[in-house]
């Protein structure tokens, strides 16, 4: 099968990463047998430099028509001081929501490989934690209406959600809780604002049609207690647009790096018509940033994008075993003691905490890449 991959490599780290889940992604469909081909675009700051506008409407046009997209980060010092809708953020943005994908999972769990990285003290992380951030993606703050007075002196932003953007996410969730722990939580700040309570109305509604999964409530501030209090009490965890953003960055903290972590973006699953080959639309990124600092030196972490590509395989293209593929072949590399510099075990103590554990080495990108390549052939080979 032939499957057409929007690249959007972006800016700062971003070509660092996506170049080599690319490469792992051809080695997959090499031994797997499919054929995928890469329609490269420009967005980010990237952008504004070739086009002078973050997100080129043939950009929008040209991601419309592939399979899926893959995107690296966007953003950099030199586009800061652009007036907002200029920035490179807004090619994020853009993307986001021409391609509709409202609902943004964050998974983050704590490897076994990397509970030495992971900030929180052994009694609280316990045996470990897996969850799932359902971000609700294209409403809320960040869509709603905006400005300044007239007079300068003071600013808005609106929190806006329809009961329609409300159900559409919760059911993601729920479609992801049922596939999991059967447990959802619903996140927001119903004790003051008006959305999050219209929120809890429309979730009591659709819980109804999920009997088997627990429905349960907290409030933000509470959430991001609970979850350096006692991570492993979450499964599913649903919230608006600016709170997700928020505590999947924490989350992402606790699993050791934020450099682990994918995310996959989706809209409506879409029906598969009989005989036609099955694709859902997704925008698959690492859910770091840019990192400029490190752009182009070979330091980047690449296994949240390989990640992504992983999620990319198995939500758009519906291909399960490739993704499983390139997830047991990360976690082979760990296990063989691989690090980046960020993953690496704080403190020489924690180095040798896991007894029988493959001694760290530090490597680059480069090397990481190409550490998983040879897990995969060889995972291939077993198989
Ligand atoms: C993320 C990022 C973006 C967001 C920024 C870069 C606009 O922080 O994907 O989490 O806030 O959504
Ligand atoms: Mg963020």
Redesign the pocket.
Known sequence: MTYSIALVPGDGIGPDVTNQAVEVLDAVGDSYGHVFNYVELLAGGCAIDATGEPLPASTVEAAKDCDAVLLG???GPQWENLPGHLRP?RA??GL?SALDVYA?LRPAALLPQLKAACPLKDEVVGAGFDLLIVRE?TGGL?FGERGRSEDGESAFDTERYSKREIERVLRAGYRAAATRRKKLCVVDKANVLESSRLWREVAAVVAKDYPDIETSYLYVDNCAMQLIRAPGQFDVIVTS?LFG?IL??EASVLTGSIGMLA?ASLGDPSPVPAGAKATTMGLY?P?H?SAPDIAGKDLANPLAAILSAAMLLRHSFGLEKEARAIEAAVSATLDAGFRTKDIASRGAAAATVAAGAAEEKIVGTLEMGKRVLEALAAGAAKT
């Open positions: 980060a966007v953003g953020e994020l943005l986001r943004n993606l960040y647009n953003d999947s960055d995310s990124e859910i940033g």
